[in-house]
């Protein structure tokens, strides 16, 4: 099996940045694409953005320009840079990655694998 553990969360003024990371552990043998996804109190929870193995990037239109995604695939870490935070940036922020992982002798594929989430509170 495959699982995600996100860190870097946590209370930042307007204006200021943020660094999230999501590492996966496992009998991993590749992460496919990986992304970030948010959660505010009372939403649904929205894509922020997604990166693949080969570094195509895609962003909500509502970051693009603040926010950078990247990824380390010798780590199997997935980075969620975030500049001039608003407040309405504030949410549980998630990680998401799909994955071929080993079980025994055999190759598995798993979609939609969900870290446990990490709280941006963007306030002063």
């Known amino acids: 099996q495959v699982t995600l553990v996100e860190s870097g969360g946590g209370l930042v003024q307007p204006g200021g940045s943020l660094r999230l990371s999501c590492a996966a552990s496992g009998n991993i043998v590749s992460m496919r694409a990986m992304g970030w996804y948010r959660q505010a109190p009372g939403k649904q929870r929205d894509l922020v953005a997604t990166?693949?193995?080969?570094?195509?990037?895609n962003y909500a239109d509502s970051v693009k320009g603040r926010f950078a995604i990247s990824r380390d695939n010798a780590k199997d870490t997935v980075y969620l840079q975030m500049n001039s935070l608003k407040p309405e940036d504030t949410a549980v922020y998630y990680c998401?990655?799909?994955?071929?992982?080993?079980?025994?002798?055999?190759?598995?594929?798993?979609?939609?694998?969900w870290g446990q989430g990490t709280q941006v509170t963007v306030a002063s």
């Open positions: 998401n990655a799909d994955a071929t992982y080993l079980r025994g002798s055999y190759y598995y594929r798993k979609r939609d694998i």
């Open positions: 990166i693949t193995s080969s570094g195509d990037t």
